[in-house]
């Protein structure tokens, strides 16, 4: 179900998400809205998921960014490499890629494990051949107990929320910067995390 609010900065009647979903609402534009008739109200519920607020998309309008599921790769540089986030516990809760092949109509569900393991397919084989990262941060969630990052893995769309510790080495020093005022995390364990 989509949600819908008016801009006050013009009047102008937006979309913002769906569902809980604001992928076109940033948290700190919450209240830059009225919600309009049979829309949550974004000023006032909890437990949203909330657009990254991307430096490249500060002179834009809520309601107006193009690419609504935009996430953020999650890795750190290692001596001139990038080493992406991972964690093998959260191969132990998957989820699902839909493997088409259009010439043939064959259509495969295959267990998803989040690149940290490659499904156990029976007779058929599964291999890597030029693997990218798989997890993104992808939204905050405003929750009873702070703004908490999501991750997802960017193959199958599966969510979790995370404590800050957990990525903030993995996320670039301009989002840092950024998310920083959402974070619970001291000055002295973001340096040294």
Known sequence: MGEYATRKSDG?????????????????????VTKRPHSLDPANCQNLFWRLPFPDEDKILAGEYNEYGRGLRLYKNVD??????????????PGTIQLRDAESGLLLNVPC???EKLPELGNAKAFW??????YELAHLKNTPNGILPVIRCRHCGFMWRMDWADIWQY???????RLAIYSELTIAEKETA
Do not use: F, V
């Open 129 to 134: 051949n030029g693997k990218g990262h798989s």
């Open 113 to 115: 494990h989040h690149g």
């Open 80 to 93: 001139g490499w990038a080493q992406d986030y991972t964690s093998p516990d959260l191969a132990e809760r």
């Open 171 to 177: 996320i670039e020093r301009p989002m840092q910067e």
């Open 12 to 32: 102008e009647s937006i979309k913002i998400g769906t569902c809980e979903s604001m992928y076109y609402l940033r948290y700190e534009d919450r209240h830059s």
